[in-house]
Nanobody, 118 residues
Framework: QVQLVESGGGLVQPGGSLRLSCAASGMIFSADVMEWYRQAPGKQRELVARSIRDRSATVVDSVKGRFTISRDNTQNVAYLQMMSLKPEDTAVYYC????????????WGQGTQVTVSA
């Protein structure tokens, strides 16, 4: 029943910007934990951003100063604002929600392709 639907990916030139969205349906309350991961061809999936309800909104060092994670608890949506994109950012981006911080139930988005190329 619960689904995470991602949008906002696409092809962008180096230095450009994109905003990814991840909208949850079938969930009564907004998730405590909202995260963004990415996976480039031939590489392992890596965490890029994490939002914990009323606690923190952080990104990993490799994207610090360029990416921002935010949320809309009313709409149960997570966003990843990406600026100054680099070719190294090219990957499939996945969102992840965990409704309860200490819980075991978790959901993944279908992934959205971000390609940074001239």
């Amino acid at each position: 029943q619960v689904q995470l639907v991602e949008s906002g990916g696409g092809l962008v030139q180096p230095g450009g910007s994109l905003r990814l969205s991840c909208a949850a349906s079938g969930m009564i309350f907004s998730a405590d934990v909202m995260e963004w991961y990415r996976q480039a061809p031939g590489k392992q999936r890596e965490l890029v951003a994490r939002s914990i309800r009323d606690r923190s909104a952080t990104v990993v060092d490799s994207v610090k100063g360029r990416f921002t994670i935010s949320r809309d608890n009313t709409q149960n949506v997570a966003y990843l604002q990406m600026m100054s994109l680099k070719p190294e950012d090219t990957a499939v981006y996945y969102c992840y929600f965990r409704p309860n911080y200490r819980g075991t139930v978790e959901y993944w988005g279908q992934g959205t392709q971000v390609t940074v190329s001239a």
